[in-house]
């Protein structure tokens, strides 16, 4: 029994490619997942077949980063502007959230994954937020990579929440607005806990930010591929990371070298 558990493709893990340097990986790995519609237009599909292996490429993208050892991968799924859509290409995404969780939540809680969705979930449709509940609370306890889900995400409605709440709070004469530092701003975000990304990844070729993590990339790395989502391989995710580790960081700093 144990024989076949260790030599099933699906349970082994994908070695660190030789290329990569293991101390200079990125902690958190943040993604717009972009160029669903195309793939599947390219292929004469209806856009909706183009999230549908979109899937696959998120599940793909979460193993490695959980295999190769980084702490947090954060998603974009579904932006608050991306109600502006078809009604049918939203229903179709809000049914394909539903399905891929309770099929995959299994998987994640034995694979050790905390998972948490980031954004406004109150407008989507129950059963999905019922899910999301028992997702975040049964992974809750996990060890393993933090995968954030960004649905109903926007980054400017998540800065102007937290505003708020520091207002209430110091209306309630609980802060002194002179008090309010950027940790007590960053913990009011949804991304509250977690490392800023290192690395923000944008595929299909789009040089835009379209309203992610406004405030939690100030000093990310950004690497533009023109992938299209569906295709990001293990291929698209190493040359990712070899961009990453080429660039210098300096944060405002000189270069020690110079
Ligand atoms: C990204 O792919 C997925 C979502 C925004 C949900 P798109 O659906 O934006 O694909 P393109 O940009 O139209 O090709
Ligand atoms: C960004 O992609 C949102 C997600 C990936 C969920 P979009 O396709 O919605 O972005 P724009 O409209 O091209 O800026
Ligand atoms: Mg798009």
Same mark, same amino acid.
């Given at each position: 029994m144990s024989r076949v558990l260790a030599t099933t493709p699906a349970l082994g893990r994908t070695p660190l490619p030789t290329g990569l340097d293991p101390a200079r990986l990125p902690r958190h790995v943040a993604v717009i997942m972009d160029g669903n519609g195309r793939w599947a237009s390219r292929r004469n599909l209806p856009r909706v077949?183009? &999230?549908?292996?979109?899937?696959?490429?998120?599940?793909?993208?979460?193993?490695?980063?959980?295999?190769w050892g980084i702490g947090s991968l954060t998603a974009y799924a579904f932006s608050t502007e991306n109600w502006n859509r078809p009604?049918?290409?939203?229903?179709?995404?809000?049914?394909?959230?539903?399905?891929?969780?309770?099929?995959?939540?299994?998987?994640?809680e034995q694979e050790q994954v905390r998972i948490r969705f980031l954004g406004d979930l109150s407008p989507l449709p129950n059963g999905l937020q019922q899910l999301i509940?028992?997702?975040?609370?049964?992974?809750?306890?996990?060890?393993?990579?933090?995968?954030n889900v960004c649905t109903n995400?926007?980054?400017?409605?998540?800065?102007v929440l937290a505003a708020q709440r520091?207002?209430?709070?110091?209306a309630a004469g609980q802060l002194a607005p002179a008090e309010i530092t950027e940790e007590l701003f960053a913990a009011e975000l949804h991304t509250a806990g977690e490392p800023d990304p290192d690395l923000l990844i944008r595929t299909s070729g789009e040089r835009r930010i379209?309203?992610?993590l406004l405030w939690q990339?100030?000093?990310?790395?950004? &690497?533009i591929t023109d992938v299209l989502?569906?295709?990001?391989?293990?291929?698209?995710?190493?040359?990712?990371l070899l961009d990453y580790q080429r660039r210098e960081r300096r944060f405002g700093g000189v270069d020690p070298l110079a």
């Open positions: 077949m183009g &999230h549908r292996e979109g899937v696959e490429a998120l599940k793909r993208t979460l193993r490695l980063c959980s295999d009604g049918e290409e939203v229903s179709f995404l809000m049914t394909l959230f539903e399905r891929v969780l309770a099929r995959e939540l299994q998987a994640l509940a028992d997702a975040t609370a049964r992974t809750a306890a996990n060890t393993g990579i933090h995968f995400y926007g980054s400017r409605a998540e800065l520091l207002a209430e709070r110091a379209s309203n992610f990339l100030a000093y990310a790395e950004l &690497h989502w569906p295709d990001f391989d293990e291929q698209a995710m190493l040359t990712a």
